[in-house]
């Protein structure tokens, strides 16, 4: 067996309203943009979306699910069927262009047992990043967490997914641990 170690951060942020983001008037989409709430016959078009957001990024790697079209259908059901699930903080992305609605980005939140939101796999395509999408999906998720009385909220990420550890910390989170996951990657 041959272990890599993935060095991450545990981040936080607390849900009272400030001036800043989270807010509870959230800025608008850019044009052609929705957020569509979660939906139990949603369940395999966040995977699907999980799936093209992951596919060949770092986090595919630390969880060989996240690259993985099947691997990433089981987990969405998974965590969907989770007592803990909280839908609404689950949010789908779509554009609506010429060709049709495209589904574009996803986000799930769950209540853990201390009653703290968890936001799980913030994903957008790549075609679609970069405009600030990822932060509004975010957003909408933390503001999930609120509207369901929760005051603080925390997510995982690896550290050299530098782009969404600024994401992150410009919307307010803050790192409290850091942890190592292990991977085998015997078979990569
Ligand atoms: C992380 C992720 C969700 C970010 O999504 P995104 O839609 O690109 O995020 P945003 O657009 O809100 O922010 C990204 C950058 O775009 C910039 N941006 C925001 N609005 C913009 C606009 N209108 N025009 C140009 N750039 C803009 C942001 O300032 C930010 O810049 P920075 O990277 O220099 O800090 C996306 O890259 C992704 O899905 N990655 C793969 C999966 C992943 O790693 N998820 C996180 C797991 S913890």
């Not at 569509?36 to 969880?63: C, G």
């Amino acid at each position: 067996m041959s272990v890599t170690y993935f060095k991450r951060y545990r981040m936080e942020i607390d849900l009272a309203p400030q001036d800043g983001f989270p807010s509870s008037c959230p800025k608008p989409l850019p044009e052609r943009y929705q957020l569509t709430p979660w939906h139990p016959d949603l369940v395999d078009i966040h995977a699907e979306v999980k799936f093209q957001s992951f596919r060949f990024e770092l986090d595919a790697n630390v969880f060989p699910c996240l690259g993985d079209r099947d691997g990433c259908r089981r987990l969405m059901r998974e965590i969907s069927r989770r007592e803990s699930f909280l839908p609404g903080a689950t949010w789908l992305l779509e554009y609506g262009g010429a060709a049709g609605v495209e589904t574009c980005g996803t986000v799930q939140g769950v209540i853990d047992r201390h009653g703290m939101g968890a936001i799980q796999n913030l994903g957008i395509i790549p075609r679609h990043r970069s405009q600030g999408l990822g932060t509004q999906l975010l957003g909408a998720a933390l503001n999930g967490f609120r509207n369901a009385g929760l005051s603080r909220a925390y997510l995982e990420v690896t550290a050299q997914n530098v782009g969404a550890v600024r994401l992150y910390e410009r919307l307010g989170f803050s790192r409290v641990k850091t942890v190592y996951k292990a991977v085998d990657v015997s078979y990569a």
